[in-house]
Each structure stands twice: as structure tokens, then as C-alpha cells.
């Protein structure tokens, strides 16, 4: 079945790049998703991409795709203390979500 | 800016109640899907709907499981004689249609413990 991973933990400080990465195994995604979760809120959408797309920008994220190696990345530039929270990777199959694990981002001061 | 809601946000129940978990999806959305995280685990699928009607369901989705579009509004999950391990934060999402195209819209979530 489809899976998709992250590693758990980064910690970067402010005003830093972060880079939260991602790697999937269904090659017929279509999209994909980086959504934000903060302390006791819901699933907020960040952004998406297109599997014919190699990157996209938008503001301070800039997502990159590399579908050979099934490997999708959010870059977080001058990454500020509010965008502390859990960064879910994620890919659709159909109407169906799958879900990473999650990467809890912590921005020092 | 429109958003779906969740009622309760927390519920504590005890093994072998029913729950039902309320939600209100973005109002001229058609698709609407549950998810459910355990605690430190992914989120994960367990069902979407449309046109009154399940389109699909994952494994998890069994017959302990039931989902409803009572009025034109809500959209519940309800699970009979709850077990331990139903423990989990529950999310609603809806999305205005279905395909791959389409994104879909989280609720805050109702996070269940069943004691």
C-alpha cells in the first residue's frame, strides 16, 4: 500500500531556512500536499503541487518535487517562532489521503 | 473565510457507548471524509461520502462504524460500543468536489477517549 514517511524532529532558529522532507511510494500521486497543524488546531493547507511540476513558490514555502526519486521537500525561508508546529507531508490516491507521520518543527528565538 | 466545524472538540466515553462526532462542512461543498490520528501515529483515512452515500472506505471503516448527512448541513460519524483502542483525534474535512484536483478542508478535530 501507499506510504509515506518524514523524520520526526527538526529544530532550526529564527530567521534560519528549514527544509522539512518527504518521501512517498505511490508513483501514480498525482498531488501533493504539505498541511500545518498548531497546538490543538485542525489540518491547515499550506500548500500542494502537481506531479508535473518541479517546483513551486509561494511567498516564504517553496516545495520541490523530485517524482524519480519519489522525494518532496518544504523549504521554509526566514522561518519565524509562529511557524512552530507539525508539518504533514501528504498524497492522494484518488479520493483517499495518506498521510506522513508528521515533522515537528521547533524554531528557537 | 469559510471553514468546517467540529462539536464536541473533546469527548470521554466509556467502552462499549456510542459516540457520534459532529461536523459542518463548508456549505457548498459535496464531498465530506472522516480521518482519525492515535496519538503519535499518522492521520488516517477512514471514509468519504457523497450523495448520501459512502464513495469510499478504508479497512478501518468497519461495521462498527456509520456515517450520515441527517440535514443539509451536518455530517456525523458514529461509533457503536466504542473499544479502547477508538481512542483517537477524529477529523472531518470536505472538499467542494471530488478527484484528485480537489483539496480538501480540515475541521479542528473532536479528540475521543474511551476509558
Known amino acids: 500500500g501507499e506510504d509515506v514517511e518524514q523524520s520526526l524532529f527538526l529544530s532550526v532558529r529564527e530567521g534560519d531556512s528549514s527544509v522539512i522532507n518527504c518521501t512517498y511510494t505511490?508513483?501514480?500521486?498525482?498531488?501533493l500536499y504539505w498541511y500545518k497543524q498548531e497546538p490543538g488546531a485542525g489540518l491547515q493547507l499550506l500548500t500542494y503541487?502537481?506531479?508535473?511540476?518541479d517546483m513551486k513558490q509561494d511567498q516564504r514555502l517553496t516545495v520541490l518535487l523530485n517524482k524519480k526519486d519519489k522525494h518532496l521537500s518544504l523549504r521554509i525561508a526566514d522561518t519565524q517562532t509562529g511557524d512552530s508546529a507539525i508539518y504533514f507531508c501528504a498524497e492522494t490516491n484518488f479520493n483517499k489521503f495518506y498521510f506522513g507521520s508528521g515533522t515537528k518543527l521547533n524554531v528557537k528565538p | 473565510e469559510p471553514e468546517v466545524t467540529q462539536t464536541p472538540s473533546h469527548q470521554v466515553t466509556q467502552m462499549g457507548q456510542e459516540v457520534i462526532l459532529r461536523c459542518v462542512p463548508i456549505?457548498?461543498?459535496?464531498?465530506f471524509y472522516w480521518y482519525r490520528q492515535i496519538l503519535g501515529q499518522k492521520v488516517e483515512f477512514l471514509v468519504s461520502?457523497?450523495?448520501?452515500?459512502?464513495?469510499?472506505k478504508s479497512e478501518i471503516f468497519d461495521d462498527q462504524f456509520s456515517v450520515e448527512r441527517p440535514d443539509g448541513s451536518n455530517f456525523t460519524l458514529k461509533i457503536r460500543s466504542t473499544k479502547l483502542e477508538d481512542s483517537a483525534m477524529y477529523f472531518c474535512?470536505?472538499?467542494?468536489?471530488?478527484?484528485?484536483?480537489?483539496?480538501?478542508?480540515f475541521g479542528p478535530g473532536t479528540r475521543l477517549l474511551v476509558l
Open positions: 505511490d508513483s501514480s500521486s498525482t498531488y
Open positions: 456549505s457548498n461543498h459535496l464531498y
Open positions: 474535512a470536505s472538499s467542494e468536489w471530488g478527484g484528485l484536483q480537489e483539496t480538501q478542508y
Open positions: 503541487i502537481f506531479s508535473n511540476m
Open positions: 461520502f457523497y450523495n448520501n452515500e459512502i464513495s469510499e
